[in-house]
Structure formats: structure tokens, C-alpha cells
DNA sequence: TTGTGTGAACGTTTTCACAGCG
DNA sequence: CGCTGTGAAAACGTTCACACAA
């Protein structure tokens, strides 16, 4: 199947392991804080205390690196802040575009944590003509029909979309096709990229989900029956609901749904389904 | 050390892997989206299309719930939907807070994606007495010193913060010790928690940083040398480049930064470092 | 026959524990 | 002696491939 990929495929980042490059944003935040305090070393411990992470962990990532550390002593601030920003790319400037000012998209031309680190936002885009021209945390929107233009014209290779989920996988395309080569995309939706392209995804709804499942966990152990739940036991309890599962689905298909049962799920809030992220683009 | 642990430290959720959790309400949206076409059931292979995975990953997922399909045929659509739900702990309603109504905080309260699932904000708060009364997304924002108040009142369990970085820590142990057991964490911070408390933090630079990582190595390879570049041939170069480092780090303790050297990177914004994701709260 | 459910193989990430450098 | 750097072990996650139920 030549129809492109769907999510980071076999893009086995050489050398540095993908776990590893995801802390690295996190080590550097530390480092820069303390490079502003005139903090001259820390040792492995000390800065994974500062992100968040175990001191063996911060280790095992920083030899992947090379060896920039001083045994007895521990690591030279400043210069593993340039280590780390040059590993991640930040001593160029990327210009990226932001397509969908909603919302969520002039949040993100608001936010400081952008241009602080080596992104500079090259163009605000949005498909509706009453935003054109409107400026946005001091630049003017411009309009979809753009896009290619200004693409090509800025040399951007990192969009970011904050559009509703309809009109992601379009703008998604477009951008791709102008020559973007990695996506931030905030559209709650699944966006299918041909190879070589690199897609991550924020959705909001899906950490509280994540938060939710874990939340429902402690109330369940704070009232439900032992401290301690064997995972066979769940796993029996599955295998004994099956049969009663069975029963009930089989009543759902007849239309009528069972007191405790399927159907209910969807008519929580109507035909609403996938809300887009951000006001209508 | 009784000080309390950074991050979702030995939580081992009892049964279902961390990993399948995440995956869970990417399913349910793609269960979702089946279910107002009315499709009645799905093969794994199609679903993981949807959700942009691969189907044994999606079968193994599902298989930690229990047997919930039918072989030969597949899955009926409403019903996995409900089950999901029920894992997640969706079948009931979530009250949330959000503090910080700053650009992104206001972002998030307009968020349609909260609501259609099974969370409902439950209040808006401000540090900014100017905010206080003022209504986001139909809601009247109300000042930080009812915090409290507020989150005993409703029973909420899970709390957004979108306040800048410098305040994030102080408006968590207030959360918290207000009876707050899971935080979605937007500002730019490592936030430490008590044993028991859930912390999952979206940071948009670090994701940002993480694309740029893997452009730069595209470029590299583009314009570099050889295609495929072994890990050997980096860890050499890594270790060859040692000495060099050394020299010029010395150099640059002796106040006088080579060229290609250190000190360069923490003066890239002047005085900016961490900048809060949001506006002012 | 079709497509689920799952052991077993494989790959990645984390943790351990300690040799050895400064 | 203290702290890095790193092999080796353990834990975790993904993929394979096929028995078996419908």
C-alpha cells in the first residue's frame, strides 16, 4: 500500500533513542533555569530532580549525547545548554506557520515559549475572510489561499494545525504539498501523511481521558472490596462477564436496551461527536 | 524521601498497560465516528485504520478488557463504545476547573471536546481580580482566593492549569490541598505532587522542539553524506569530538567562547527563559 | 472461511550496580 | 572520595503468526 503512512512509522530516529530525544526539551528548561540563576555545574542528580526524571535515566540519555559530563563533579551548565539545543536543532531559527486562528491558534501566536526557543511564527493562517488582515499577537492573519505562498516564500518546514477536526486533514495536505515536513497538529483527528513526513499530536480531551480512567481507578479502590486487586482477578472477572455480555448485547440487538447497558454511551450529547478544538476557522 | 514524587511515579495502573490506556480514547473516537454513520460492527483491521494504528497492536489493547468481539465477524460498534466509555471512566460526569483564563485557559473552557465527553467545567479561575465576573465561553470567571471553596462545592477531582510557569506550583499545592487528585498541567513547569496525585503535563514548545530534532535530521541527511549514517559512526564521532570539547570548553571557562562555542545559546532572547504559556493571569 | 484472541519472539526503555575517571 | 558513564538485567511494549471460535 504506497497511500502514505499514518503515525511516526519506522522513522527510527538514528543514534539517539526516540524515549530520549523526548526529554531532551525537559533537560534544557532545567538547564536554562539554572544557566539564569549563573548556576555554573549540577550534577546528574540535582538536574533530574529539576525535570522531573530519575538521575540514572538523565545518565543513560546524556551518554547517548557523548560524553559531556566531569566525574567527581558533574555537568557544565552552560555548555551542556548549548550541547542539548544544538542535538535538538535550536541554533537555527525555524519559521513556522500556524493555519486555524481560533481560539486555540491565537493562543498559540500569543505564547512566548515559541520565539524563547528557536521557533519564530513566519505566518497566521485562516480560511475565514473577516480574520484577514486582522493582526494576531502583532502579526495580520492571512487567508487559506495563501498558504502555498507563503510556504514556500518563508522556506517553512514545521506547520502547526489548530483548525476544527473537518478541515485538518485538508489543510493537512496542503501544507505537506507545499513542502512542510513535520506537523504539529491540535485537530482532534488521525492525520495521514505520506513517509518522511513527522506528525505529533496534542488533543486535549485525551489526557483528561487518560486522567479520568486513572481517577476512576482510585475511587474504586478507596471504596471497592480489597487494597490490593490481582490482575488475574480482573482478568477472570472479564472472562466471567462475557457470557452475561453476550446476553446483553444480544437484547440490545432485539432494541431493547438492558438497564446497564450498550447504546446509552452514545447519546450523551447528541449528534456532537468530534467538536472541533478551536472556533470554526 | 517522603517529600512527594514528580511524576506518575509506581502508579502501575492494576492490569491494563499504561501504554494501552492512552490508546483507549483514540479508539473511542474513531468508535465514535462509526457510530453516528450507524455502522454496526468493525474488523480490527478497519478500527486501526481509523485510529491510526496497527490492528494486532489494537487486538492486544482490546484484549486486556476482555473478549468483547466476535471472530470471524468483528466488533459491534456501540457496544465497544460502551465499554470503552466505562473503562475510562466516562459514564459518569467529571466536574473540572480551569485556572488560568489567560488566552489558552480561555482556549480550553471554549473547547467543545471537554463537554461531549464526560467532563463538564465546573468553574473558571483567576488570579486577576479584573477577570473576576467576566464570562468566558458562558461562564463567570471567579477570583483564586474561592479556589477552595470551589473545589469542595463540586467534588472536583481533576483540575487544568494554564496559569504562567512562575505560578503553577503555588496553584497545584492549593488544588491539591483542596482534595484536587489529577492535574492536566499546561504551564511550562515540572509540578511535584504528593504520592496519589496524577500529573500529566502538554508543553507545545517541547513538542515543537522534538519536531525540530527530527527536521534537522532530515536535513542532515539530505545535504550529508552518506544515506544511512550507522550508529557506530556517531558514537565515534561523538567520542572523537571529546578532546575538541574539552579544549573548548576550557577556552570558554577562560572567558574568552571560541567561534563555534558555548554561552552563545542562553543569550539567544536576552533575559526571556521560561515565558509563561499564557497571558498573565 | 474469516478475523479474533493470544502465546511467544522481538525490540525498546528503564533500572541496577559498579568500574573507573578526575 | 564522589559522581559520571555504561554494561547487564529487568520491565515494558510491539509485532508475529497461528489456533480456534463463530
Known amino acids: 500500500m504506497a497511500t502514505g503512512r499514518t503515525h511516526r512509522p519506522a522513522t527510527r530516529s538514528r543514534g539517539i533513542p526516540e524515549a530520549t530525544v523526548a526529554r531532551l526539551p525537559l533537560y534544557l528548561r532545567a538547564l536554562t533555569a539554572l544557566s539564569e540563576r549563573s548556576v555554573p555545574t549540577v550534577s546528574s542528580e540535582e538536574l533530574a530532580a529539576a525535570a522531573g526524571v530519575n538521575s540514572a535515566k538523565l545518565r543513560k540519555d546524556f551518554s547517548y549525547l557523548g560524553s559531556y559530563g566531569t566525574r567527581g563533579v558533574g555537568y557544565d551548565v552552560e555548555y551542556l545548554v548549548y550541547q542539548i539545543s544544538r542535538e535538538l536543532g535550536l541554533t537555527q531559527d525555524w519559521p513556522v506557520v500556524i493555519v486555524g486562528i481560533g481560539n486555540l491558534g491565537a493562543a ?8 524563547s526557543r528557536g521557533f519564530r511564527v513566519a505566518a497566521l493562517i485562516d480560511a475565514d475572510p473577516a480574520m484577514a488582515g486582522k493582526p494576531v499577537a502583532g502579526i495580520a ?7 502555498e505562498k507563503i510556504i514556500t516564500d518563508n522556506g517553512v518546514s514545521i506547520g502547526v494545525i489548530a483548525t476544527p477536526a473537518g478541515a485538518a486533514q485538508q489543510v493537512c495536505d496542503r501544507l505537506v504539498a ?3 515536513t ?4 491540535f485537530a482532534p483527528t488521525v492525520l495521514t501523511v505520506p513517509d518522511g513526513v513527522d506528525v505529533r499530536k496534542v488533543d486535549l480531551s485525551i489526557e483528561l481521558q487518560i486522567l479520568a480512567f486513572h481517577e476512576q481507578r482510585k475511587a474504586g479502590e478507596d471504596a471497592g472490596h480489597d487494597d490490593e486487586e490481582s490482575d488475574d482477578a480482573r482478568a477472570v472477572a472479564a472472562r466471567e462477564a462475557r ?8 437484547a440490545a440487538a432485539k432494541g431493547a436496551p ?9 447519546d450523551r450529547k447528541g449528534p456532537d461527536g468530534d467538536v ?3 472556533m470554526p476557522a
Open 243 to 250: 457470557r452475561a455480555v453476550r446476553e446483553v448485547r444480544e
Open 141 to 147: 492573519v492571512q487567508h487559506t489561499d495563501e498558504l
Open 258 to 266: 438492558a438497564a446497564d447497558a450498550p447504546a446509552g454511551a452514545s
Open 108 to 115: 498559540l501566536a500569543n505564547y512566548g515559549g515559541f520565539a
Open 182 to 185: 513535520s506537523i504539529l497538529n
Open 178 to 180: 507545499a513542502g512542510v
Open 276 to 278: 472541533p478544538a478551536v
